[in-house]
């Protein structure tokens, strides 16, 4: 079996390229893998193999995971013809996505240019060549709906109600696999993780290789510029935040990207409090001027402090619709049937990560 990977470099899709690595079954890796910064592709992936939180099995040989895989830019990637060999099977997992929460019009085509025109490319230029196409989705896609949210999205019933334009162009992109996988015969896996945090098993634990969503959060608490200044947020007291750790995430891919699986949310079973959440947060930065107050409150008509201006102005107008969504869990019976979700306070887990992030100063990764 050979496999065609996106997104290797990412923070889910690096974790996913250890597993599939340490795979016996798996003759060939094909990777897309850009020139970054003056560092070719195959120097960035050096480097995400020689990493401290690589697996040592993988540290240990780097020369051999190397001869497993082939890199390609994006010219030579999109020539399947000049490098696939046809002989083996081949699954293509597409991984590579652009996370982007912004509501403003002027970033949708961007937005969708990455998530669902280029998922498009992808899907068009190897159906010839795959047996089966797993897409790498999120758990948001279906919006903000509320309830028990169930592994099947797409329903004659479904009704999603967007948050912003990354939810939508991730739906609309698995809407299109799903009708164009099955006029190709091509087998479909949707996969679906939530958001993503620190790895959760003793390997490199609490190691994330990008911070976003709500390390975001916690860092505009630990780098506030305005350090008299005290900050309002508008939380439902019932709503939580579902947060799944990145190794978790990537575990799961490998064991099921081979099953007969065609949607599955890889998530927590239970949400993370906001409410509690937050202030978990802000205690662990030694941010101590955070007022929780309710959604009816409209705080956009009228700014108390500079710090929460830049705050509603950036950053939080991101996260308000998560932080004020309607109460949802989801279903995850398929998911703990694959591998049990590790047992830990969600509240605490928070915290760890978070502080995790403020010990490397919300240092990304680069590679």
Known sequence: MNILLTGATGTLGSNLLYKLLLREDIEKLYLLVRDK????????????????TAPKEIRNSIQKQLHKIAVFNSDEFFKPE???DTSAEIFCIHSAGFVNLSTNKAHKDEIFSENFDFTKRIFECFKPYVSKFVYISTAYSIGDIGGLIPNTFHTK???PNFRNFYEESKYLAEQYLLKN???ANIQLQILRPSVLGGNIFENSQYFISKYMVYYLLAKFFHNNPFVNDSIRIAINKNTGLNIIPVDYAASIIEKAFTMNIKELNIVHSTSTNLFNGIQRIAETVNFKKLEIVSPSLNILES???????LYYNSIGIHLEPYLTSTPYEYDTRLLESILPIPLYDTVDYLEHTVAYAKERAFRNKRW
């Open 37 to 52: 910064k003056g560092t070719t592709a195959k120097a960035r992936l050096t480097k995400i193999l020689s990493s401290k």
């Open 82 to 84: 000049n490098y696939i």
């Open 157 to 159: 019933n479904a009704k």
């Open 181 to 183: 996988a099955k006029t």
């Open 303 to 309: 700014f108390s402090s500079k710090l929460e201006t």
